[in-house]
């Protein structure tokens, strides 16, 4: 007679024999940011849809060609949105388009701070051009995830081995180990927005006369939390 492979019994909620112990682990860390996004909105206005297109078209290179000119310390940049809309105008009973608005909008990621700071001090030098952020963040790749892992692990197990010494056992063996989120808080960015200068407006100093806007990095947190089940080593209660 042919016997299977022999089963062992799962009691999910444990026994007498085999008693278990479900503890959270938390982790909650902070740390430098390790990149950062700015935003940054051109904006071209005209009587003629064509030279309206043009201009934009022109700020938009001269404003891609100075961002990529800090070659490696920008990990990213990307182009938006690109509109081109009428403004009306009425005159009598019939509308008439008094000027054309463009605006384009780029987004780049640094991760060279002080890049950062003469970067924006440069691009707020230009007209019509508008710079929001940054915005301070932490990679998906960061090992700060990792490290807040870790941390919630060894927290799960520090409890359990609380518990078992409250009952005079110890922890015996890990049953299971549940991931309940690992989440990153980007922190509110700094409060700096560079306007665009008024239609026709020229910058009154060259870029190169103007110190660098000195950006202070704000701290990111990281938070784990996880669930672990453990077997204890069963406790003498009499």
Avoid: C
């Amino acid at each position: 007679m042919t016997h299977g492979p022999a089963t062992t019994t799962h009691h999910p909620y444990g026994t007498p024999t085999t008693p278990h112990a479900t503890v959270r682990g938390e982790a909650h860390l902070e740390t430098d940011p390790e990149i950062a996004h700015i935003t940054i909105t051109l904006t071209a206005r005209g009587t003629d849809r064509r030279t309206t297109l043009d201009d934009l078209t022109h700020r938009n290179t001269t404003t891609l060609d100075l961002i990529k000119t800090y070659g490696d310390t920008i990990e990213k940049l990307e182009t938006g949105t690109l509109t081109i809309r009428p403004e009306l105008t009425r005159h009598g009973r019939a509308e008439r388009i008094r000027a054309y608005h463009g605006t384009i909008q780029l987004t780049a990621t640094l991760n060279d701070f002080t890049t950062l700071g003469e970067l924006v001090t440069r691009l707020a030098d230009h007209d019509l051009t508008r710079i929001d952020g940054p915005w301070w963040a932490l990679r998906p790749t960061s090992p700060a995830h990792a490290a807040a892992r870790r941390q919630a692990v060894q927290d799960a197990l520090r409890r359990a081995r609380e518990y078992a010494d409250a009952l005079d056992t110890r922890v015996d063996a890990l049953l299971e180990l549940r991931d309940t989120g690992t989440h990153h808080t980007p922190m509110a960015p700094a409060a700096f927005t560079a306007r665009a200068m008024p239609f026709g407006a020229a910058g009154t100093e060259a870029a190169t006369d103007t110190a660098p806007i000195d950006l202070e990095p704000v701290r990111q947190t990281v938070d784990a939390q996880i669930e672990a089940t453990f077997t204890l080593i069963p406790p003498h209660l009499g």
